[in-house]
C-alpha cells in the first residue's frame, strides 16, 4: 500500500514506515525509506491530536480494505467494486492521501 502526505510532496510504502502522532496534531513518518532510520518526515498537519488520530483511523481502515481486496476473488473484486462508490475505491487499489484538516472530522 502507498501513502502520500497530506501536501502530496511525499510517497512511500506503508509496509517500511512507523507513523507517530504527536501530542501537537502533527503526524511522522519514520523508517528506512528515506536513508537514515533517525529522520522523522512530517507527513500531515492536523488542528489538535484528535484529529490527527481519526486520521490515522482511516489510515488502519483503508489498509484494512486493501489487504481483504487483495485475497479476494475475481468474482468477488468485481462485486466489490460495483458495491464501492468512487471515493472509496481508492482504498482498494492501496492508496491513502492525509486528509486535510476539515476532512479528519472527529
Given at each position: 500500500m ?8 511525499f510517497d ?5 514506515v ?5 501530542d501537537?496534531?502533527?503526524i511522522?513518518?519514520?523508517g528506512?525509506?528515506w536513508?537514515k ?27 484494512m480494505?486493501?489487504?481483504?481486496y487483495?485475497h479476494?476473488t ?9 458495491c464501492?462508490?468512487e471515493?472509496?475505491q ?13 476532512e479528519?472530522?472527529?
Open positions: 502507498r501513502i502520500l502526505s497530506q501536501d502530496g510532496k512511500f510504502p506503508y509496509e517500511r512507523c507513523l507517530e502522532v504527536s501537537s496534531g502533527k511522522f513518518a519514520q528506512d525509506v536513508g532510520r533517525d529522520n522523522y518526515i512530517e507527513v500531515a498537519r492536523y488542528e489538535n491530536e484528535e484529529k490527527a488520530r481519526k486520521a490515522m483511523e482511516m489510515l488502519r481502515e483503508a489498509y480494505v486493501h489487504f481483504q487483495k479476494m475475481a468474482e468477488q473484486r468485481a462485486f466489490f467494486i460495483n464501492t462508490v471515493k472509496e481508492e482504498k482498494i487499489y492501496g492508496v491513502f492521501c492525509f486528509p486535510s484538516d476539515d479528519a472530522e472527529v
